[in-house]
């Protein structure tokens, strides 16, 4: 399929998107349809009820190089949210940035296990506190202040600009007044205690990086990826100090990759917490999330 032409007074926005989907089939790319949609409609500004109804218009030159520039983006692999520099999470929209990684629905199981998991705690007499260590973009921070408007919460991260997409995406939210970002790494800078800690932190070992889809390993920064040499180095780091800032009753909910849960658990249970749960399954049936609670004396 030849690419738009600049400026092609034939290319109507319905015979443009059913040729961009027909050149991403071509190359072998997922969700071809889907994929198309989106960039049709972010290359002329329109959402779905806008391309419907203006199915017959014609693309403007100016509209026609704009998709042909994401078109070429898309076949090169780059993920479309990172074209889109934005990507929806728990029904909610996230600027992207370098350093961040592009929110998956997997990982909404972990924000599903936390909100259960508030729902059994007894908390009086103050505000209900969570922090998420490693925030990115502030997805999973920013989903559970948006189910628990009560709560305060905090976010930790090495990098500097992942705070500020974070702290950019609670403005947006209208969450900023709840939420505080702090550089350090994992907990080492923050006070409890929180009656939830959330982290979905980097798991993939090292050597399987290379192994990973060029979506993934060429354009998610590899600071959120590498677990090191077994996958767990984060994870032997952030649970003991989670632990320390735990309140009585609380708990920690971790993403875990596929085969880490029950390993995981061990690091729990090393670090004094109670596992009182079995681990969430994603809707692949990866069991995702991880919890455990740091019981009352």
Not at 61 to 66: D, G, H, I, K, L
Not at 85 to 97: D, M, T, V, Y
Not at 204 to 219: D, F, T, Y
Not at 275 to 295: H, T, W
Request: glycine share 10%; net charge negative.
């Amino acid at each position: 399929m030849a690419p738009l032409a600049t400026g092609d007074s034939g290319n109507s926005i319905e015979s443009a998107r059913r040729a961009l989907t027909a050149r991403l089939q071509s190359a072998g790319l997922e969700e071809a349809a889907l994929d198309a949609r989106l960039l049709v409609g972010a290359a002329l500004e329109l959402d779905l009820t806008g391309m419907v109804t203006q199915a017959a218009r014609q693309l403007t030159p100016e509209e026609a190089a704009r998709l042909e520039g994401y078109a070429q983006r898309r076949l090169a692999h780059e993920p479309v949210a990172r074209i889109l520099g934005a990507r929806e999470f728990w029904g909610l929209p996230f600027r992207l940035s370098e350093a961040t990684l592009v929110p998956r629905p997997d990982t909404e199981t972990v924000v599903e296990l936390a909100l259960e998991i508030f729902r059994g705690l007894t908390i009086s007499g103050r505000r209900p506190r969570i922090a998420d260590i490693g925030v990115g973009s502030g997805a999973i921070l920013l989903a559970l202040l948006h189910e628990i408007p009560e709560a305060f919460g905090v976010g930790t991260d090495v990098s500097l600009t992942a705070l500020e997409t974070a702290r950019d995406n609670a403005a947006a939210l209208g969450l900023a007044d709840r939420a505080g970002f702090v550089a350090c790494s994992y907990a080492a800078a923050l006070r409890g205690p929180f009656d939830l800690i959330v982290s979905n932190p980097p798991y993939i070992p090292s050597g399987e990086i290379p192994k990973l889809s060029i979506e993934v390993r060429e354009h998610d920064p590899h600071l959120a990826l590498d677990g090191g040499n077994d996958g767990y180095d984060a994870y032997r780091a952030l649970i003991p100090q989670a632990a320390e800032r735990l309140a009585p009753g609380g708990a920690l909910i971790v993403e875990a990759g596929q085969g880490q849960a029950r390993d995981i658990e061990t690091l729990m249970a090393a670090a004094a917490l109670t596992v009182d749960r079995p681990p969430s399954a994603d809707l692949a049936g990866i069991l995702r999330a991880v919890s455990a609670r740091k019981m009352p004396p």
